[in-house]
């Protein structure tokens, strides 16, 4: 066992990027949990995220078009559940499992020619004399796009929720949709925006993946990542800032884990892969153990059917 070989400065510049397709995935949801809709197909969206930005990017030679096609696919499959659950009334826990099976069997049906392939590779953005800092120039100014990308949404939406008005109307439709309807704001067409904006941005999570943390494209590739993204959005009590540290605390956990095998350390691999799910879970629930809180937090038409005779 030789823990001198991890490098903490590569450790924390690696957990970014293991962090960001979560990131995305859990923002993207938060919004759509915000609008009172419960989607369980976040793992299902990605991973067709995942296959289309692959394909896209291989097909055309741009990583950029990948992403764009990432994002356009999931969202199109997001749509295809909000056509089910806030038009023709389907359940929404129900439509959302299906929403997820049906996007890992056509990603495996739609990835069976791209096995084996390289896509081209994502450019890390050139800032100049910023990444040549000591220490924090490889921490925070060596990365792609995409990261820096995450991170400027989770601000957005935090300042989208806190001090627009479309935001407020956004929580007002989630608070109680009736209201709203009530007040003449169009419940259906709002809930249909965040929903296509949740599935954009677990389309390009899971390009990330495919395109930058995992170059490559492997069946079922997103491993869980979708129902992380899940916990993460509902432990973190809906809110944009706790949902950052929850990405990241998965994304350092993973990497370490990754670290600790390459070191030797005599622990079961097995237990090394499952301790980024385990430690994240437990801390999230520990930072949620107030309910009272939590509970006044949460979006209380959440789930919920909208009837617009009502």
């Given amino acids: 066992m030789d823990l001198s070989a991890i490098n903490p400065v590569v450790l924390i510049a690696s957990l970014m990027v293991a962090a960001t397709p979560i990131l995305l ?71 959302g499992l299906a929403l997820t099976l049906f996007g890992l069997g056509l990603s495996a049906l739609i990835g069976q020619r791209y096995v084996g392939l390289k896509p081209p590779a994502t450019a890390r953005l050139d800032l ?82 495919s395109l930058v943390r995992v170059p490559q494209w492997t069946e079922g590739m997103t491993a869980g990542a979708g129902w992380i993204a899940l916990a993460i959005v509902v432990f973190a009590s809906w809110r944009p800032t706790r949902v950052l540290l929850g990405a990241y605390l998965f994304g350092g956990v993973a990497v370490l884990q990754l670290n600790l095998q390459a070191a030797g350390v005599a622990v079961p691999v097995e237990l090394l892969s499952a301790s980024p799910y385990l430690v994240t879970i437990l801390v999230l629930v520990i930072m949620s153990a107030d309910r009272g809180r939590a509970a006044l937090n949460a979006p209380a038409s959440l789930g919920r059917v909208f009837h617009a005779s009502t």
């Fill in 128 to 209: 100049g004399p910023l990444s040549d800092i000591p220490v924090l120039g490889r921490i925070l100014f060596s990365h792609d796009a995409v990261v820096y990308l995450s991170l400027a949404l989770v601000a957005a939406v935090w300042a989208f929720l806190r001090f627009t008005r479309a935001g407020l109307i956004l929580r007002a439709v989630g608070e109680n949709h009736d209201a709203a309807h009530a007040l003449g704001y169009k419940v259906v067409r709002i809930r249909l925006a965040a929903i296509a904006f949740g599935g954009a941005c677990a389309g390009l999570g899971g390009a990330y993946l």
């Fill in 25 to 95: 995935a859990a923002i993207g949801e938060l919004v759509v949990e915000k609008a009172g809709v419960l989607n369980l197909g976040v793992e299902g969206m990605m991973i067709t995220g995942a296959i289309c930005g692959f394909a896209a990017a291989v097909e055309t030679g741009s990583p950029a078009l990948g992403f764009l096609a990432a994002m356009l696919g999931a969202a199109l499959l997001s749509l295809v559940f909000g056509l089910l659950t806030q038009v023709l009334m389907s359940n929404q826990v129900a439509t």
